[in-house]
């Protein structure tokens, strides 16, 4: 139990574009996603944390308006990189919180976003 | 002050060894506390929750000390298999996860 899956797990884009990435638990419903970052090396990064049915909190140097997150239902949310730039090349993943279990989480797989 | 620190590491350690790995965290109303392991370019895996009486699975120990702020990890008898990177992370309530900066360890054959 307790599966979360991301799509896709690498893309590789041109600069200027934008990129979308669904996070889903698969067996479990989510009151809660975190979505972090993790360049190579460092420790993971949280960007934002968005409960169903609502905007999203951001981390304080995290631009809302660049990565757009939606939790339109229990078990699926996604990040949207707007305009992408090489610097914005990381490893994005993502996390559930079970409604049933409120202090633990779950990861998703990651997604390699590389921006040419 | 970070909100949750780690050993630096790496730590290299032969197969075999028994190697401990210490956290601390700065928020002492933190509410819950896990170790998580992370492979090379995967995503983090629970490895065990820890708990103020202590526990155990297998070869890992997981301690906290409340009073003193303070997390540990102990893995006895190292696999290869076991060389990963180790985060200590802490709940701070709600949705509030801080992981720490994580502590690398490479058993050696």
């Known amino acids: 139990g307790a599966v979360v899956s991301q799509h896709p797990s690498r893309v590789i884009c041109k600069s200027g574009t934008s990129v979308k990435i669904e996070c889903r638990s698969l067996d479990f419903q989510a009151t809660t996603m975190f979505w972090y970052r993790q360049f190579p090396k460092k420790s993971l990064m949280l960007m934002a944390t968005?409960?169903?049915?609502?905007?999203?909190?951001?981390e304080q140097g995290v631009e809302k308006d660049k990565f757009l997150i939606n939790h339109a239902s229990l078990t699926l949310s996604t990040l949207t990189v707007t305009s992408a730039h090489p610097e914005d090349s990381s490893f994005y993943i993502c996390?559930?919180?079970?409604?049933?279990?409120?202090?633990?989480?779950?990861f998703g797989p990651g997604t390699r976003l590389t921006v040419l | 002050r970070k909100e949750v620190e780690q050993d630096p590491g790496p730590f290299n350690v032969p197969e075999g060894a028994t190697v401990a790995f210490n956290c601390t965290y700065s928020n002492s109303a933190s509410q819950s506390f896990f170790w998580y392991r992370q492979d090379c370019r995967k995503e983090p895996k629970l490895l065990m929750s820890?708990?103020?009486s202590g526990n155990e699975d297998g070869r890992f120990t997981a301690q906290l000390n409340r009073a003193s702020q303070y997390i540990s990890l102990l893995i006895r008898d190292s696999k290869l298999s076991d060389s990963a990177t180790y985060l200590c992370?802490?709940?701070?309530?709600?949705?509030?996860?801080?992981f720490g900066p994580g502590t690398r360890l490479s058993v050696l054959p």
């Open positions: 820890v708990y103020s």
């Open positions: 968005s409960n169903e049915g609502s905007k999203a909190t951001y």
């Open positions: 996390s559930a919180r079970p409604r049933s279990v409120t202090d633990t989480q779950y």
């Open positions: 992370v802490v709940n701070k309530g709600g949705q509030n996860f801080v």
